[in-house]
DNA sequence: TTGTAGGCGTTATCAC
DNA sequence: GTGATAACGCCTACAA
């Protein structure tokens, strides 16, 4: 494999000006330039990255560290962070960890080993302060709040949110309120706990474990869920759905067994995908994908240090109404 | 940052030593040993992995090169190399192209450059021979059927998979078969095309150009097809969808106008998708988790050397029976 | 406008 | 066991 001493000397120039000619510089001779392209696509040169980054001490690269590949609220988030990436061309490096503080140790230690740019954390189960450590070595920045830290945040308020979903099931006339959880220690889940402690105070009724229902993450939890009601002694009205795709398996279920929604059951979902519009389904828009391009625009902002502090950027959130409630 | 020269002068030693330590050689006194592991620690060191990759020739990461991150057949693919790739601690870069060329070959140009050890291509619009170029700079496994090449394809065979689906709707008593694709010229549509040409000659049925229902990609496009059959003048009484969420969207929609699944209108999916598993749909498994594994392991063995020759690996598929045909 | 030379941080080689 | 020293391939002062 040629490499850029061999050009040079094919070319009858010297290392530097090949450089040059590499890098777009100016003050190079057309001449040269023209002689030193031409011994390139003769010998079919290709530059090794791995010199450069070493030299420059960047990559182009960045990590992108999530739980899952395949789940829908995470490609939708890849989707607006590689699209960011994209046009400032940058690379993302996936970091799939499956909730593995290991692997989520892993994923940053790309970032102390030089190996990227920077890195955006979707979701992690290690500590914000853990992740705080890392700032040493380069921007971060989390897809999540986290408070006052010293890495950048992208975040919807969940508390907010909810809250506002919640009213708007309670002026609909509904006082049985229960809703799903993708896991019960997530900060989000946290987060609507506070507003839905809030409302049950509000409306005097009583705290239900068993209408809060844990780990539903795709459709076929959604579907699970009718069999789980059913069980109940006391049935809630209306369920708030973390997920527009568990919220249809739910729908589906539902009508299956001649459940109406929303009379028997009002649903609201969260994400607006695709899948909720087709089914009529009264969601929460969360901003997926304009969240990741955000993450990434601010994450670029620290790289090319144009955007020293750390930035925290609370975005807008829409009820959407359509007929599930 | 302190780098390997600052170890071993604090810690009384030489690089090599430091060098030796940090890829756990044999042939390092204890003593020593431990005393570069604490000035390591002390001092916070990392390795600055773009040296490591310069002189070794190798990165540890692969290129992933796909259209789209946000469509389930891609989350699918990608989950299964990126698990492969995890348990070799392979590294996935992201290279969404769009399907535009430019980006394909800018992909394509990471493993010229010395970016990636190798490439897993899951779908590309330029042609096989033009990828076949590259085999020059390094391994590249793809996940189409690409005939005899250079490079590595691991597959299934859609012709064979199609005319199953056929051979079972026409033992159902279906004569009137029409199906989706994705796009008009990619080549599992031409597959296909084979295999559904060869059914109308059998049954002596003429070729109608409107029941190959083009651009179905995801779940609206599934509920919008019964719009285009409504204004047909003669309709087919089966599709082939080649995806379960475009059949889900099918099959959401034909409920909601009140069109009887199978008895009007028979379905058969692609995928084997969790969502069609939950509708009663019909459908190929087509394996896409095994396929991005398999894809994973013959690119592992490439690098390795292991096994130098371009491999072609035809997976099987299995037709679900449920119940909407 | 061009070339020389030093350095980026490692690992590999070879001598001791 | 250990340590010099030469790579790896490139960029970039600095000098000319």
Redesign the pocket.
């Known amino acids: 494999?040629a490499?850029?001493?061999e050009i040079a000397r094919q070319a009858?120039?010297?290392?530097?000006?090949v450089?040059?000619v590499?890098?777009n510089h100016?003050?190079?001779?057309e001449?040269?330039r023209n002689r030193v392209m031409d011994t390139i696509k003769q010998l079919k040169y290709a530059?090794?990255m791995n010199?450069?980054h070493?030299?420059?001490g960047r990559t182009m690269n960045i990590a992108i560290m999530l739980p899952f590949v395949n789940h829908v609220y995470f490609s939708a988030l890849m989707e607006g962070v590689g699209k960011g990436a994209l046009s400032a061309s940058y690379r993302l490096i996936l970091c799939q960890t499956g909730y593995s503080q290991d692997k989520e140790r892993e994923a940053l230690d790309m970032l102390r080993n030089r190996e990227v740019d920077g890195i955006v954390v979707l979701s992690s189960s290690i500590s914000p302060s853990e992740i705080e450590a890392y700032c040493a070595y380069g921007p971060i920045v989390c897809c999540q709040d986290a408070g006052e830290r010293q890495f950048s945040s992208v975040y919807i308020n969940h508390t907010e949110a909810f809250r506002k979903a919640i009213r708007y099931l309670i002026r609909k006339g509904h006082r049985h309120i229960g809703f799903t959880v993708g896991r019960m220690d997530s900060p989000s889940t946290e987060a609507r706990l506070i507003a839905y402690r809030e409302m049950l105070e509000e409306l005097g009724e009583p705290y239900r474990k068993e209408w809060i229902l844990d780990r539903c993450l795709d459709i076929e939890d959604g579907a699970a869920i009718m069999e789980r009601l059913f069980v109940m002694k006391e049935r809630p009205s209306a369920l708030l759905v973390t997920g527009d795709h568990v919220a249809a398996g739910l729908i589906y279920e539902a009508e299956r067994r001649g459940v109406s929604i929303p009379e028997e059951l009002a649903v609201i979902g969260f994400d607006n995908h695709p899948i909720g519009r087709m089914l009529g389904l009264t969601t929460i828009d969360n901003q997926l994908l304009q969240m990741g391009e955000m993450a990434f625009a601010i994450l670029h902002e620290h790289i090319e240090g144009t955007q020293t502090a750390p930035v925290r950027h609370e975005l807008d959130f829409e009820l959407i109404e359509r007929a599930s409630v």
Chains 1, 2 share one sequence.
Do not use: F, Q
């Open positions: 494999m490499n850029i001493k009858g120039v010297s290392v530097s000006t450089s040059r590499l890098n100016p003050y190079v001779s001449e040269k530059r090794n010199a450069v070493l030299i420059t």
